[in-house]
């Protein structure tokens, strides 16, 4: 058997098989990145209470996911440090990196936890309204700030984006399966506490 101009022939790949090896091959690099950044991070923090602030442009490199796991780590680390300041430019610098709108709200969305376990209510309130512009589909973002209105007991306006929400009920971003139903309770249950707050 003459060996030829033919080399080493691989067997075909079905279609799921390659969706299935692009998926692992993408989350793999993902992770290699997000733990690129974070040593790199660690290794700059030992001994100097500071945290360099990951640029635009290094966020422009990476994929999706490795974005939103950069930006969680690096922020968590400022805010270890006492850098409030650094963590949002951090995440400003995700967020305006980002170019697929849902991935967008998503980090505000992070950001807004972060900052709301900061105590910083009025921060997070105020990420999740600039997040309204970033997408259509507005859901997520409606849900959010009801939350975080009803925690602040501004219940006026955790009445007003709980109704938003319940309008939106069929989005794909409802992971919860929140039903119409389950708003308009909370609509209520706001509205009753209107003046008590």
């Not at 001994?47 to 939103?68: A, L, M, W, Y």
């Not at 400022?78 to 170019?99: F, P, R």
């Not at 039903?179 to 209520?188: D, G, H, L, N």
Request: glycine share 6%.
């Amino acid at each position: 058997m003459a060996k030829g101009k033919q080399g080493i022939q691989l067997p075909q790949l079905t279609t799921k098989a390659k969706i299935i090896a692009t998926v692992v091959i993408v989350v793999f690099v993902g992770a290699i990145g997000a733990w690129v950044v974070t040593s790199y991070l660690k290794a700059n923090l030992e001994g100097s209470g500071k945290v360099p602030i990951v640029s635009k442009d290094e966020f422009k490199k990476q994929t999706t996911n490795s974005r939103s796991a950069t930006a969680q780590s690096a922020a968590l680390e400022a805010l270890k440090v006492g850098s409030d300041k650094n963590a949002m430019i951090i995440y400003e610098n995700a967020v305006s990196a980002e170019s697929d709108p849902s991935a967008k709200v998503q980090l505000a969305a992070e950001q807004a936890r972060l900052l709301l376990a900061a105590g910083k209510q009025d921060q997070a309130i105020a990420v999740l309204k600039e997040a309204e512009s970033y997408n259509n589909d507005k859901y997520q973002i409606y849900d959010q700030l009801a939350r975080m209105y009803e925690q602040a007991k501004l219940y006026a306006a955790a009445a007003e984006y709980y109704q938003k929400a319940s309008q939106l009920v069929n989005s794909p971003t409802n992971i919860g399966n929140y039903t119409k139903k389950f708003y308009e309770v909370r609509v209520a249950e706001m509205q009753a506490l209107i003046g008590k707050g």
